[in-house]
C-alpha cells in the first residue's frame, strides 16, 4: 500500500494548486488500480485503504469544483474513478456506519447536484450519460440507496426536466439497474416502489416521445415480473392507467409489451369494478373546482381590468383630439396660406392693368410681345437647365461604372501577376544550423580556411574571448530558431492529423435520411467561437446559393463618395487582360 501513502503525501503538498492536485489525483488513482486490477484481493484492501486515508473522501469535494472550472474531461475521469472504487469496498468495522450512512449518501448527492446542474446545458449530454453511468455502478453495488436517489430533490429536479434525453437516461438508469440486481426492488419500502410507480407512469402520461414511452413500459414490466401480488395494491392509486395507455400508446410498435402490463392492470380485484357513475362524478368534482377558480381569478381581475380599461380608452381619446387639434392647425395654415397667394395674384393684376393703362395705345401690343417673349426665354432656360442636369448625371453615372469596370480589371490583372511572381519564385531553403552533404573532410576544410583568414586579418579592436562569446552567442540564437520551427511543424503536423479525422469522420457519416441527434451531435464543436463562424459560414452559403446567375461569382459592394448608394463590384481572377473591348480570359469560380 506504498502508493496510497506516496499518493497522500502528494494530495497534502501545500505548494500544488487544486487544479494541479486533481490530475495528481487522477494518475496515481488510475496507475494504482491499473496495477492491481487482476488481483481481487488486492484490490479490495486496496479500495479500503484509499477510503480510510481519506482520497476517496476528498475526490468527491474536487467534483464540483472541476466542473466549475469547465474542465468536463477530468470531471468525467474523476467521477468515474470514484464510482469503481466504491464499487467492492469492503470497510473496516469501525468505520463501516460512517462509510454506508455519510460517504456513499455524499457521492450521491453530488453525483445528481451535478446531474441537475447540467440538465439545462445541452452541450454536456455526454457528461450527463457518464453521471448515469456511475450512478449505475452505485445503485447495483448498493441497494440501500434507490430510496435517497428516488426522494432527494436533485433528482426531482431531473425529472421535471422538458428535456427527452434527460427522461430517457432516467428511465435507463433503472432498467438497467433493475435487470443487474433483481433483488433489488424486493429489498425497498413500498414508498420508494411508489416513488418509482409515478415517475414511470408520470412519463407515460405527459411525454409524447416514443423512446420515453417504451422505456417507461418496459420499467413497468419489469416492476410487474419482479414483484408481483406486492405491486397490485400500489397499482389502484393510478386509476384510469389501462385507458391511458390503450388510447395513447396504442400503434406504436410495442403493442405485446402493452398488451401484457394491460392484462395484469385489469386482472387485479376491485379494477374491474369501477363503473361509470364514478367516473362521471369524479369528472363534475374536477369540472366544479375548476369553474370556482375561474370565477375566483376573473373577479379578482375585475377591478384591474376595469382601471386598465379606463386608462387605454382616456389615452385613446387624448391622442384622438391631439390628432383633430394638429388637422385643423394645418387646414388653417393652408387656407391662410391660399388667401394670401389669391390677394398677391389679384394685387399684381391691378398694378399692370394701372401700367397698360399708362402707356399709349400704339405701344401695347408691342409691350404684350415683349412679355411673352421673355416669359418663353425663361421656360426655355429652365428646361435647357433641367436637360443639362440630366445629360450630366447620365454621363456622371457612366463615368463612374467605367471607373469601377477598369478597377476590377486592374485589380483582377495585379492578382494574375501576383500569382504568376509566386509560382517563379523558388521556395527559401530552410535555416539549418548545417548543410546537407557536409562530410567531416570538408568541414575539416572550412575549419582551415577560416584560420587562415584569421591569421591574415588579425582584429585589432575584438579579443578571442569576445569572438569566442559572440560565437556562443550565436550558436544559442541558431538553437533557439531551431527549437521554434520544429515547434511549428509539429503545430502543422497536429492540424493536418486532426483536419485527416475530421474528413474521415466526415466522410463515414451516415446520409441524412437515417442520421440521429447524436450522429448530429457528435458534427458540434465545443468552442463558441468556432461555432459562431461555422454559423456564419452556413447562413451565408445558404444566401450564395439563393442568388441568381448573374450574381453568383463573388460580388462586392463598395459605397460611392458623394452618392448614398452602392454598386455590386464583381471580383474575380481573369487569366487573361483587356483586349479590343472585350475581356480574354477565364472566369475562376
Same mark, same amino acid.
Not at 83 to 94: K, T, V, Y
Not at 218 to 244: A, K, V, Y
Not at 363 to 370: E, F, G, P, T
Given at each position: 500500500?506504498?502508493?496510497?501513502?506516496?499518493?497522500?503525501?502528494?494530495?497534502?503538498?501545500?505548494?500544488?494548486?487544486?487544479?494541479?492536485?486533481?490530475?495528481?489525483?487522477?494518475?496515481?488513482?488510475?496507475?494504482?488500480?491499473?496495477?492491481?486490477?487482476?488481483?481481487?484481493?488486492?484490490?479490495?484492501?486496496?479500495?479500503?485503504?484509499?477510503?480510510?486515508?481519506?482520497?476517496?473522501?476528498?475526490?468527491?469535494?474536487?467534483?464540483?469544483?472541476?466542473? !466549475?472550472?469547465?474542465?468536463?474531461?477530468?470531471?468525467?475521469?474523476?467521477?468515474?474513478?470514484?464510482?469503481?472504487?466504491?464499487?467492492?469496498?469492503?470497510?473496516?468495522?469501525?468505520?463501516?456506519?460512517?462509510?454506508?450512512?455519510?460517504?456513499?449518501?455524499?457521492?450521491?448527492?453530488?453525483?445528481?447536484?451535478?446531474?441537475?446542474?447540467?440538465?439545462?446545458?445541452?452541450?454536456?449530454?455526454?457528461?450527463?450519460?457518464?453521471?448515469?453511468? /456511475?450512478?449505475?455502478?452505485?445503485?447495483?453495488?448498493?441497494?440501500?440507496?434507490?430510496?435517497?436517489?428516488?426522494?432527494?430533490?436533485?433528482? %426531482?429536479?431531473?425529472?421535471?426536466?422538458?428535456?427527452?434525453?434527460?427522461?430517457?437516461? $432516467?428511465?435507463?438508469?433503472?432498467?438497467? &439497474?433493475?435487470?443487474?440486481?433483481?433483488?433489488?426492488?424486493?429489498?425497498?419500502?413500498?414508498?420508494?416502489?411508489?416513488?418509482?410507480?409515478?415517475?414511470?407512469?408520470?412519463?407515460?402520461?405527459?411525454?409524447?416521445?416514443?423512446?420515453?414511452?417504451?422505456?417507461?413500459?418496459?420499467?413497468?414490466?419489469?416492476?410487474?415480473?419482479?414483484?408481483?401480488?406486492?405491486?397490485?395494491?400500489?397499482?389502484?392509486?393510478?386509476? +384510469?392507467?389501462?385507458?391511458?395507455?390503450?388510447?395513447?400508446?396504442?400503434?406504436?410498435?410495442?403493442?405485446?409489451?402493452?398488451?401484457?402490463?394491460?392484462?395484469?392492470?385489469?386482472?387485479?380485484?376491485?379494477?374491474?369494478?369501477?363503473?361509470?357513475?364514478?367516473?362521471?362524478?369524479?369528472? $363534475?368534482?374536477?369540472?366544479?373546482?375548476?369553474?370556482?377558480?375561474?370565477?375566483?381569478?376573473?373577479?379578482?381581475?375585475?377591478?384591474?381590468?376595469?382601471?386598465?380599461?379606463?386608462?387605454?380608452?382616456?389615452?385613446?381619446?387624448?391622442?384622438?383630439?391631439?390628432?383633430?387639434?394638429?388637422?385643423?392647425?394645418?387646414?388653417?395654415?393652408? *387656407?391662410?396660406? $391660399?388667401?394670401?397667394?389669391?390677394?398677391?395674384?389679384?394685387?399684381?393684376?391691378?398694378?399692370?392693368?394701372?401700367?397698360?393703362?399708362?402707356?399709349?395705345?400704339? !405701344? &401695347?401690343?408691342? *409691350?404684350?410681345?415683349?412679355?411673352?417673349?421673355?416669359?418663353?426665354?425663361?421656360?426655355?432656360?429652365?428646361?435647357?437647365?433641367?436637360?443639362?442636369?440630366?445629360?450630366?448625371?447620365?454621363?456622371? %453615372?457612366?463615368?463612374?461604372?467605367?471607373?469601377?469596370?477598369?478597377?476590377?480589371?486592374?485589380?483582377?490583372?495585379?492578382?494574375?501577376?501576383?500569382?504568376?511572381?509566386?509560382?517563379?519564385?523558388?521556395?527559401?531553403?530552410?535555416?539549418?544550423? +548545417?548543410?546537407?552533404?557536409?562530410?567531416?573532410?570538408?568541414?575539416?576544410?572550412?575549419?582551415?580556411?577560416?584560420?587562415?583568414?584569421?591569421?591574415?586579418?588579425?582584429?585589432?579592436?575584438?579579443?578571442?574571448?569576445?569572438?569566442?562569446?559572440?560565437?556562443?552567442?550565436?550558436? %544559442?540564437?541558431?538553437?533557439?530558431?531551431?527549437?521554434?520551427?520544429?515547434?511549428?511543424?509539429?503545430?502543422?503536423?497536429?492540424?493536418?492529423?486532426?483536419?485527416?479525422?475530421?474528413?474521415?469522420?466526415?466522410?463515414?457519416?451516415?446520409?441524412?435520411?437515417?442520421?440521429?441527434?447524436?450522429?448530429?451531435?457528435?458534427?458540434?464543436?465545443?468552442?463558441?467561437?468556432? /461555432?459562431?463562424?461555422?454559423?456564419?459560414?452556413?447562413?451565408?452559403?445558404?444566401?450564395?446559393?439563393?442568388?441568381?446567375?448573374?450574381?453568383?461569382?463573388?460580388?462586392?459592394?463598395?459605397?460611392?463618395?458623394?452618392?448614398?448608394?452602392?454598386?455590386?463590384?464583381?471580383?474575380?481572377?481573369?487569366? +487573361?487582360? *483587356?483586349?479590343?473591348?472585350?475581356?480574354? +480570359?477565364?472566369?475562376?469560380?
Amino acid at each position: 500500500m506504498e502508493d496510497v501513502m506516496k499518493l497522500r503525501m502528494k494530495l497534502d503538498d501545500e505548494q500544488l494548486s487544486s487544479e494541479q492536485k486533481v490530475h495528481v489525483l487522477i494518475r496515481g488513482l488510475d496507475d494504482t488500480l491499473n496495477a492491481w486490477r487482476a488481483d481481487g484481493y488486492v484490490m479490495t484492501r486496496l479500495k479500503t485503504e484509499l477510503y480510510e486515508q481519506g482520497i476517496l473522501t476528498h475526490c468527491v469535494h474536487s467534483l464540483y469544483p472541476t466542473m !466549475q472550472r469547465g474542465d468536463w474531461r477530468a470531471t468525467v475521469t474523476l467521477m468515474q474513478l470514484t464510482s469503481s472504487c466504491c464499487m467492492g469496498l469492503e470497510p473496516l468495522s469501525e468505520s463501516a456506519d460512517s462509510f454506508y450512512h455519510v460517504f456513499l449518501p455524499s457521492v450521491v448527492d453530488t453525483l445528481l447536484s451535478l446531474a441537475a446542474h447540467l440538465d439545462k446545458r445541452a452541450e454536456c449530454v455526454s457528461v450527463f450519460r457518464c453521471i448515469m453511468d /456511475s450512478l449505475h455502478w452505485l445503485l447495483s453495488s448498493h441497494d440501500t440507496l434507490c430510496s435517497q436517489v428516488l426522494s432527494s430533490a436533485h433528482y %426531482k429536479q431531473l425529472q421535471n426536466s422538458d428535456d427527452v434525453t434527460v427522461s430517457l437516461l $432516467c428511465l435507463r438508469l433503472w432498467i438497467n &439497474v433493475i435487470t443487474a440486481n433483481r433483488k433489488l426492488l424486493s429489498a425497498q419500502s413500498d414508498q420508494s416502489i411508489l416513488l418509482l410507480l409515478n415517475e414511470a407512469v408520470g412519463q407515460l402520461a405527459l411525454s409524447e416521445d416514443k423512446e420515453v414511452g417504451g422505456a417507461s413500459l418496459r420499467l413497468l414490466l419489469l416492476m410487474t415480473n419482479q414483484l408481483g401480488p406486492r405491486l397490485r395494491p400500489l397499482l389502484l392509486t393510478f386509476r +384510469g392507467l389501462d385507458s391511458l395507455l390503450d388510447k395513447d400508446w396504442r400503434g406504436q410498435g410495442f403493442d405485446q409489451d402493452l398488451d401484457q402490463l394491460i392484462g395484469f392492470i385489469q386482472s387485479e380485484p376491485g379494477v374491474r369494478s369501477q363503473s361509470l357513475d364514478s367516473r362521471v362524478q369524479a369528472a $363534475c368534482v374536477i369540472q366544479a373546482f375548476w369553474r370556482s377558480y375561474q370565477t375566483r381569478r376573473r373577479i379578482k381581475g375585475l377591478n384591474k381590468a376595469v382601471s386598465s380599461l379606463q386608462r387605454r380608452y382616456r389615452n385613446v381619446r387624448l391622442h384622438r383630439q391631439q390628432q383633430e387639434e394638429a388637422q385643423r392647425c394645418e387646414e388653417e395654415l393652408r *387656407y391662410q396660406e $391660399c388667401v394670401r397667394r389669391q390677394q398677391e395674384r389679384r394685387q399684381f393684376h391691378m398694378k399692370k392693368r394701372d401700367l397698360l393703362q399708362l402707356l399709349p395705345p400704339d !405701344q &401695347v401690343q408691342s *409691350y404684350l410681345q415683349q412679355c411673352e417673349i421673355r416669359a418663353a426665354l425663361i421656360i426655355q432656360s429652365c428646361w435647357r437647365g433641367v436637360r443639362a442636369r440630366r445629360q450630366y448625371s447620365v454621363a456622371l %453615372k457612366e463615368a463612374r461604372r467605367r471607373e469601377v469596370a477598369a478597377r476590377t480589371l486592374q485589380r483582377a490583372v495585379r492578382r494574375f501577376l501576383q500569382k504568376c511572381q509566386a509560382v517563379k519564385v523558388p521556395p527559401l531553403p530552410p535555416l539549418w544550423i +548545417g548543410q546537407e552533404g557536409l562530410t567531416d573532410s570538408r568541414r575539416a576544410e572550412l575549419r582551415q580556411q577560416v584560420d587562415e583568414y584569421i591569421i591574415k586579418h588579425p582584429s585589432s579592436c575584438v579579443s578571442m574571448e569576445e569572438c569566442v562569446r559572440l560565437h556562443d552567442k550565436v550558436q %544559442k540564437l541558431l538553437m533557439e530558431l531551431q527549437r521554434e520551427r520544429r515547434g511549428d511543424e509539429q503545430r502543422v503536423e497536429q492540424l493536418l492529423a486532426h483536419t485527416h479525422t475530421q474528413l474521415d469522420k466526415l466522410r463515414d457519416a451516415p446520409p441524412l435520411s437515417v442520421a440521429t441527434a447524436t450522429d448530429a451531435e457528435s458534427f458540434l464543436s465545443p468552442s463558441v467561437s468556432i /461555432s459562431a463562424v461555422a454559423r456564419q459560414a452556413h447562413k451565408a452559403a445558404l444566401l450564395a446559393n439563393q442568388l441568381p446567375w448573374w450574381r453568383s461569382g463573388d460580388w462586392v459592394e463598395q459605397p460611392h463618395d458623394s452618392a448614398h448608394r452602392q454598386e455590386l463590384e464583381l471580383e474575380v481572377d481573369f487569366g +487573361g487582360l *483587356y483586349v479590343g473591348g472585350a475581356t480574354v +480570359g477565364i472566369l475562376k469560380q
